[in-house]
Each structure stands twice: as structure tokens, then as C-alpha cells.
């Protein structure tokens, strides 16, 4: 028995190793004689149940639990937890804290609809695919008077609610993971909670409907997720001093807006174009010239139009309903409508050739006509804002024709342009109903529902973005977890034996670096009329090649060592999509307008000109120069960062058991990899070698107190802690003493919260 206490200790000792394994070398005699079972990984990587039948130097003779007999290297196998520990609701629990355990425990629970497990203090929500009998109101009551307590969504917006009120400071639940891993679902599911316990006033049905509304336009159908967000979201959720809402906020990130125009075979645009095409009723199918989505390219170029189990046309009834609710009025709901239609209808409009210099000129069908119309603007100013450029030559302004491809880019950039502006403009209207009042209370909730890394086959600029945002709330996971951790403990005179974690501020010290920084020399190329996604590749090998987490690849290619892995980037149309133009002939054409919705766009997208980004055309193009995308999101992303480092963060971390987007499949490979990215093991090591709960020496005594039943002679703070220390029997190993603060290990508050409710 000694050796199996042996090996949990040095599982906990050895714990500077990256990956977390126990070594067991010498127990592995022992288990041959106790026939104990033991993980053993098979050639493609899985792992398997295992008794251990004898054991010779390295070799290891095995029974699986089908009988068969195999002989095994010892460095194959890792210990497996007794059985009395199958399906323990926190990792920590484990015995035997090896990545087939953790996988197994994941699985045991996942095949019993059990989703949510312990990671220490991060909550691990498997996607079940299919609806799971863990929600609704009975589960609410049931976290709320804490009569349930197993890991939960419920369980850690209870928290949530509960510090923000005990130490008056703002909390955050941030959720991550892979596209199709739950995190949007898993938002929602946070929001329904405190909907349900900050409720009375009915601004929580409010929060509630902007659900449909930004997952109808934002949101779309991908190979990976049905409904996959293409942008980020903060909603942050106010309450007043008695713990019920009071307004909210949401914040988006970084739309995808490409998709508007164009999109991979298999997938589709934003809901609300299907939507819309199905569900609008007739008047305003005549009204707004809607046809069939085959009849416009940009939705039938990827030939995939349905969703199964999805009826678009009722959904577009619950997005009225729900703009009914967040005030947005009819004639606005119109107006939003008539947006949609043209940009459908922008998609159809084609080009001829009208010279031997292949200028060309749009052909006046009905989508020109149909454009002008919904927009209300004049069909010759259509055309000329389609064909034609204004350029600033010294004094003179001179009219270039356009080629082909430059008036389909300059048709395409319009679309796009009016669709985010539409989204933000939403997002807006949205925040206008839900303000804060005058009484702000400065106590909030926030959740961010956030991209997670990405990593694909072909990687471009949307996953640049993506991913730099994902080191950046690694960043931030980190310091949490581990640096605030190791730091406050040795403050505070604790004996903890230093634990060391992956810092990932290399990595972004190579994106952020000034002058010589992947954004920086990103945003220098964008503004070089003569700069290619070819010669900023080579600038960045040229200047980055000494950095470690930096590779030069072939041609346009570049690599970059992230947290969760290495990606190779094409920088192919990096620097269109950074600059993001919008040439000044279409903001004015939007400007001259006579619908409202066009001519706010227009303003909003000069107001967002004054700092120039935009190429400096030798010939001094009258462009709209404005922030590149690349950095108005970092921007944005510091702004996040800062609001984050002042709350109290709950961290959630959703896992995609397979990708075919079906319950019961559980892809052991697949989840590793994810457990790997985002540093669940680490978590539960540290945690469980820590002593995660902490409070004052004032603050303990004054909260627990009242509870001591003997006098205390002297009454400063230390003394009275250590007396109730005492009184409640905790155990010298499950605290410590600081100088400020006492520290306890996992649970050991429990007692004495109860105790104290009770009181
Ligand atoms: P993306 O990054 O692409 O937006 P995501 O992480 O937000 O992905 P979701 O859209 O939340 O993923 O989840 C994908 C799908 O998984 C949902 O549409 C739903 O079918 C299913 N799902 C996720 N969580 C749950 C849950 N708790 N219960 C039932 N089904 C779920
Ligand atoms: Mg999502």
C-alpha cells in the first residue's frame, strides 16, 4: 500500500513536467501480484483497461478486458484508478492524475449524460449533443438552495451571483473552446440562471431574446457547427444592490464578414438570409423584391441551403417576436429587411465590358434596379459608384474606370460593408434598450462567448485574429491560475513548492512587438501601395526569423508556436483583408442616400476614417482611410483585457467529444488534444497540490467568529482564526498560515458556511 501512497506524492512533486504522468517504475511488481489494472496505449494512440499479469524489466505482460493477452512496454502503461473513483465529479479526486484517467473519468460521465466535471476550479462541459434532462426550472431551484451539487453551468453562475454580492466585485464567466463545443449553448445556459434569480423587472426576458437576434445575424452554418458563431460577444449583465438585473451590455468582436459574399461549398451565410427568403410573410416579399434563395448567387454559390431540424421560416418568426421585444420598431424591422434584400440582390448585379481597356459597366437588370430602389438611391449614381473611382491627382480630381475584377471587389465590398454596419447598428439598438439605468451599482456579471483556437488545413487572416486573441485569454487563464497563485503564496510566507506553468508571453510578444511585431509589420505592408501578401511574408522572415516562436515556410507562408500548437498562416489576402477598404465613392453614394439605415452606415464609416491605415496611393486616392482591421481588434481586445483583469474570472471549458456533431461518440484523440490546448491537466495538478481557498485573517474572524463557543482572550484576528480553526477540528494539512491570509486546501470552507447559514 505504501507504494501507491508513494507514487500519488510523487505525482504531486514531479509536477514541473508539462505533461502530467506518474511515474510508477517500481510499483509495477506490485501490481502484478495484485493483478491491479493499468492503462496501456495501444499503436493508434488510444488507450485501453489493462490487468497486469507479470512484470520483467521493461516488458509487461497484459490481459485486456476483452481476454486477450499482449505483451507491453513498461513506458506504455500508466496506473488506472481504483474503481471505487470511476466517474468522481472533480478530477482532483483522482488518485492517479494521468491523462488516460482524466479521459476515462470524462467518458464514464459523458456515457451517463453526466457533461459537467470538476477541474479544480475550471468547470468541463462535454458536448452531449442531444438534449440532456439537466435543465429547467427544478434544476434552478435546485442549485440556487444549493440542494444540488454536482458541477453545473447553475453551479458557477451561483458562485458568480454569490461573490459579486459577498465582495462586491464584478465576476466574469468565460467560456472557450473549438468551434461546435458548446460554447454558445453554454452561455445561454449561464444567462437562463441568473435570468431566473436577478428576474422581477422583465429586462431578463429582454437579454434573453437577443439570443435569436445575434444568432440569426450572426451566427451560420459551417462543416464544423450548425450554428457557429462567426463573432465574439461580452454580455455584461448589471444588477442593483438588492441582486436583480438592471440592464446589460453587449460588446461583439470581429464579424466575419467575408461570408457575406462568399462562402466554402457545404456551408452557409447568416441565418437571416435563409430565414428571411423562407419566413417573410407576402407583403413583404413584393414590398422588398424577395425571390427564392436559388435566384441569388451569394447563397446558392455554396449549394447548401437547409439545415436539418432547422425550420428557417419559423425561425424568422421568433426573430420578429424577439425585435418586437428589444424595441425595435416595425418601420426599423422594415428597414432592416430592405438591407438584407439588397445586399442579396448586390450579389446578382454582373458587369459588361464596355471599351477595348476592359472597363466595364454594370448591366441595368432588376438587381441593379431592385439595389437602387432598397437602398433609394439613383440608378446612375448606382452604376457610377460600381465602375468608376475618383482620384485626387495634385488639385485635379480624375475619374478612373474600373476593370472587371475591381468593380466585382468594389460591388462585394459594399455588401460586406452594409451587412457589419447592419450587425453593429443591431448590436446597438439592442444596447439602447437594455442600458443601465442612471443607477449604476458598478456590480456585474460578464460572459464571453468567445472563438476558440483554430487551426485548420488552410489558415488565414480571420484565424490570425482568432488565434492572437486566444493567447491573449490564455494569457489571462494563466495568470489566474497559476502566476496570481504562486505569487500570493509567497507573499504570504506560504511553504509551496514552486510549480512551473507554460507561459505563452513569448508568443505574444512576437505579435504585439513595436516596431518589429507580426501586427506592426502587418499593418506597415497595408499601408505600402506596393505592398503584396508576398512581400509581407518576406518581411516577416526577414525581421522575425531569430524569434523562437516564429517560422518562415515556403513561399507566402508563415508558422507560428502557439500555446495550443503550432499553425502555418498563408498570407494570402492578409493585406486586403487588414486594410478593409471602402473606397469614399461608395460612403458617399450611401451618404446621398434616401433610406435612414444607409446614410447612418455612411456616417459611422467616415467617422471611423480619421486615423489613417488605408494604402497612400502614389496618385493620392481619395480612399477611405481608416484603423486596419488587425488593429481596431487588438484594440478592442486590450479593452476586453482590461475589463476582464477587474472582475472575479470563472473560467469554463467546453469540450467537442466528436466531429460529426452526434451524441454518444466519444473521440478519445479528439478530446486529448483539446484537453492538451487549454490546459485542463495543469489546472487540476496545481490546484490540487494548492491550497485554492483563502481569506483574510480579518475577514475569517469576523465571518466565523460569532461561531466560537469559548471566550478568546486576546481578540486580534489571528488569534480568533486559529481558535476556530481549532473549534471546527480542520486539520494542520488542510491550511496554512500566511501573514495576511489563511489558506486552505479544496472544500474545507464547506464546514463552516454551512454552519454559519445555518446560524
Ligand atoms: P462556435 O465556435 O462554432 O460558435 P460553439 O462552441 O458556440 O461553436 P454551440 O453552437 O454552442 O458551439 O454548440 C453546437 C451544438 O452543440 C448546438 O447547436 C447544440 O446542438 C449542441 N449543444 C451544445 N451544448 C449543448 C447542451 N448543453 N445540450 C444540448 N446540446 C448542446
Ligand atoms: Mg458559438
Known amino acids: 500500500v505504501d507504494d501507491e501512497l508513494n507514487l500519488e506524492s510523487s505525482s504531486v512533486k514531479s509536477a514541473g513536467a508539462s505533461r502530467v504522468e506518474s511515474k510508477w517504475s517500481d510499483t509495477k511488481s506490485y501490481s502484478a501480484k495484485k493483478k491491479l489494472q493499468s492503462w496501456f496505449q495501444l499503436p493508434d494512440g488510444n488507450w485501453e483497461l489493462g490487468t497486469i499479469l507479470s512484470a520483467s524489466g521493461a516488458e509487461v505482460v497484459i490481459s485486456t478486458s476483452e481476454g486477450k493477452i499482449l505483451k507491453v512496454n513498461s513506458d506504455d502503461l500508466l496506473p488506472a484508478n481504483p474503481d471505487i473513483l470511476d466517474g468522481v465529479d472533480d478530477l482532483m479526486q483522482l488518485s492517479y492524475l494521468s491523462e488516460p484517467s482524466v479521459l476515462y473519468n470524462l467518458q464514464y460521465r459523458y456515457n451517463r449524460d453526466m457533461i459537467y466535471t470538476k477541474a479544480g476550479p475550471v468547470l468541463v462541459a462535454v458536448n452531449p449533443f442531444k438534449k440532456v434532462p439537466l435543465y429547467g426550472n427544478g434544476f434552478i431551484e435546485g442549485y440556487r438552495g444549493k440542494k444540488i451539487d454536482s458541477p453545473h453551468v447553475y453551479a458557477i453562475a451561483d458562485t458568480a451571483m454569490r461573490e459579486m454580492i459577498r465582495d462586491e466585485v464584478n465576476q466574469s464567466i468565460i467560456i472557450s473552446g473549438e468551434s461546435g463545443a458548446g460554447k454558445t449553448e453554454t452561455a ?95 407583403s413583404l416579399r413584393e414590398k422588398l423584391h424577395l425571390r427564392s434563395w436559388d435566384e441569388y448567387k451569394y447563397l446558392s454559390q455554396s449549394s447548401c441551403y437547409a439545415i436539418s431540424g432547422v425550420d428557417d421560416a419559423e425561425q424568422f418568426r421568433v426573430v420578429l417576436e424577439a425585435l418586437d421585444v428589444v424595441h425595435v420598431s416595425k418601420t426599423d424591422q422594415e428597414s432592416v429587411f430592405a438591407m438584407l434584400s439588397a445586399v442579396l440582390w448586390m450579389g446578382n448585379i454582373s458587369f459588361t465590358v464596355v471599351d477595348n481597356e476592359n472597363h466595364v459597366e ?39 474606370n474600373l476593370t472587371l475584377s475591381q468593380a466585382i471587389d468594389t460591388r462585394d465590398a459594399l455588401a460586406k460593408s452594409i451587412y457589419s454596419c447592419l450587425f453593429d447598428w443591431l448590436v446597438e439598438q439592442i444596447n439602447k434598450c437594455l442600458a443601465v439605468g442612471k443607477r449604476r451599482t458598478g456590480r456585474s456579471i460578464s460572459i464571453l462567448d468567445i472563438y476558440g483556437f483554430e487551426s485548420f488545413e488552410r489558415n488565414s487572416f480571420e484565424q490570425f485574429c482568432i488565434n492572437y486573441a486566444n493567447e491573449r485569454l490564455q494569457q489571462h487563464f494563466n495568470r489566474h491560475l497559476f502566476k496570481l497563485e504562486q505569487e500570493e503564496y509567497i507573499q504570504d510566507g506560504i511553504d509551496w513548492a514552486k510549480v512551473e506553468f ?134 478592442q481586445l486590450f479593452q476586453l483585457m482590461h475589463r476582464l483583469e477587474n472582475t472575479t474570472p470563472h473560467f469554463i471549458r467546453c469540450i467537442k467529444p466528436n466531429n460529426v456533431q452526434s451524441p454518444g461518440v466519444y473521440d478519445q484523440k479528439l478530446v486529448l488534444q483539446q484537453l492538451r490546448c487549454c490546459g485542463v491537466l495543469e489546472v487540476v495538478r496545481i490546484s490540487r497540490s494548492g491550497f485554492p481557498t483563502r481569506m483574510s485573517h480579518q475577514k475569517f474572524a469576523r465571518r466565523y467568529g460569532f461561531l466560537l463557543l469559548d471566550h478568546v482572550a486576546s481578540q486580534d484576528p489571528l488569534s480568533v482564526s486559529v481558535a476556530i480553526l481549532h473549534q471546527f477540528n480542520i486539520l494542520p494539512e488542510m491550511y496554512q498560515v500566511g501573514y495576511t491570509k489563511l489558506f486552505f486546501r479544496t472544500g474545507q470552507i464547506g464546514v463552516l458556511e454551512d454552519t454559519r447559514n445555518r446560524t
Not at 378 to 395: D, F, P, Q
Open 502 to 635: 507554460e507561459d505563452n508571453q513569448d508568443c505574444l510578444n512576437l505579435f504585439e512587438k513595436k516596431p518589429l511585431g507580426l501586427l506592426s509589420l502587418l499593418d506597415e505592408e497595408s499601408t505600402f501601395p506596393n505592398g503584396t501578401d508576398l512581400t509581407f511574408a518576406n518581411k516577416l522572415k526577414q525581421h522575425l526569423k531569430s524569434n523562437s516562436c516564429f517560422r518562415g515556410e515556403r513561399d507566402n507562408a508563415f508558422s507560428v508556436c502557439h500555446y495550443a500548437g503550432e499553425v502555418i498562416y498563408d498570407t494570402t489576402g492578409f493585406l486586403e483583408k487588414n486594410r478593409d477598404l471602402l473606397h469614399l465613392d461608395s460612403i458617399q453614394l450611401l451618404s446621398s442616400c434616401t433610406c435612414h439605415l444607409p446614410q447612418t452606415f455612411a456616417s459611422v464609416m467616415l467617422a471611423q476614417s480619421e486615423k489613417p491605415v488605408g494604402p497612400l496611393h502614389k496618385s493620392g486616392g481619395v480612399d477611405s482611410q481608416k484603423l486596419s482591421v488587425a488593429t481596431k481588434f487588438k484594440g
Open 362 to 400: 454594370p448591366v441595368e437588370d432588376e438587381g441593379l434596379v431592385n439595389v437602387a430602389m432598397l437602398i433609394g438611391c439613383g440608378i446612375m449614381e448606382l452604376k457610377l459608384a460600381l465602375s468608376t473611382r475618383k482620384m485626387k491627382v495634385r488639385n485635379d480630381i480624375i475619374v478612373q
Open 188 to 282: 445561454k445556459i449561464a444567462m437562463q440562471y441568473l435570468a431566473a434569480l436577478g428576474g422581477g423587472s422583465g429586462i431578463e426576458y429582454e437579454i434573453l431574446k437577443t439570443n435569436p437576434i445575434l444568432e440569426a445575424f450572426g451566427n451560420a452554418k459551417t462543416l464544423r457547427n450548425d450554428n457557429s458563431s462567426r463573432f465574439g460577444k461580452l454580455i455584461e449583465i448589471h444588477f442593483s444592490e438588492t441582486g436583480k438585473i438592471s440592464g446589460a451590455n453587449i460588446q461583439t468582436f470581429l464579424l466575419e464578414k467575408s461570408r457575406v459574399v462568399q462562402c466554402t461549398e457545404g456551408e452557409r451565410s447568416y441565418h437571416i438570409f435563409y430565414q428571411l427568403c423562407r419566413g417573410a410573410p407576402k
